[in-house]
């Protein structure tokens, strides 16, 4: 019940296409779903995050939506760069610590 | 603030031997938390304290794992002894408050154990 399921496990995009990436969650006690993202050789870092609370949250190229219903929230990267390729993580928040899905290694082909 | 800072970054050790690796979490912080990350499992969460005590040890895999926090500014994770299984990147994490905050993860220890 602890678990959070991402989904697709790597991504291929071409450079300025729409890279998407979804995740599951069972826990209805979650409260808070962050996206972290990761270079080579470094630490995760916060990229996005959501509350409950909302459907939708947007930064920039960066877009979380999420489903209260159905258990779901995915991550939507607009207008994909070479930059952008890394691998991504969501993870959902309850009582203290946060749970990792897989990750998801994205690349983006100029 | 340089961050959280984990050290050593690289620990190549044989099987048997005792390990440890050490996180300085970012000033001010209260939470510290550890992550292993390998390719199968992705980053599983290890422990975590809340000023220096530790709250949550359900995901530390076995007992030859143990984590200490002395004070709030030094963290250690210790394996004794050591297998090629444990091979994988361990990643210290600190934030203020509780889980609903930026988690600030430092760069994280390559251990291989051969």
């Known amino acids: 019940q602890q678990q959070v399921k991402q989904s697709p496990q790597s991504l291929i995009v071409q450079k300025g296409g729409i890279s998407i990436i979804n995740c599951a969650y069972e826990n209805t006690a979650f409260d808070y779903f962050p996206w972290y993202q990761q270079f080579p050789g470094k630490g995760p870092a916060l990229l996005i995050a959501?509350?409950?609370?909302?459907s939708e949250k947007k930064e920039g190229r960066f877009t979380i939506s999420f489903n209260k219903s159905a258990k779901q929230f995915s991550l939507h990267i607009m207008d994909s760069q070479p930059g952008d390729s890394a691998t991504y993580f969501c993870a959902a928040g309850n009582t203290g610590k946060l749970i990792f899905g897989q990750g998801t290694t994205l690349q983006v082909k100029p | 603030d340089a961050g959280v800072i984990q050290s050593p970054r690289h620990e190549v050790t044989e099987m048997g031997q005792e390990v440890t690796l050490r996180c300085k979490p970012i000033s001010g912080h209260d939470y510290l938390f550890w992550y292993r990350q390998t390719m199968m499992r992705g980053l599983e969460l290890l422990i975590y304290f809340n000023n220096n005590v530790p709250i949550d040890d359900s995901g530390m895999p076995e007992d030859r794992f143990s984590a200490k926090m002395p004070n709030a500014s030094f963290s250690t994770l210790k394996i004794q002894p050591s297998e090629p299984r444990d091979s994988a990147v361990y990643f210290c994490a600190s934030t203020i408050g509780q889980y609903n905050t930026e988690a600030f993860f430092g760069q994280g220890t390559r251990l291989t154990v051969v």
């Open positions: 959501i509350r409950p609370d909302v």
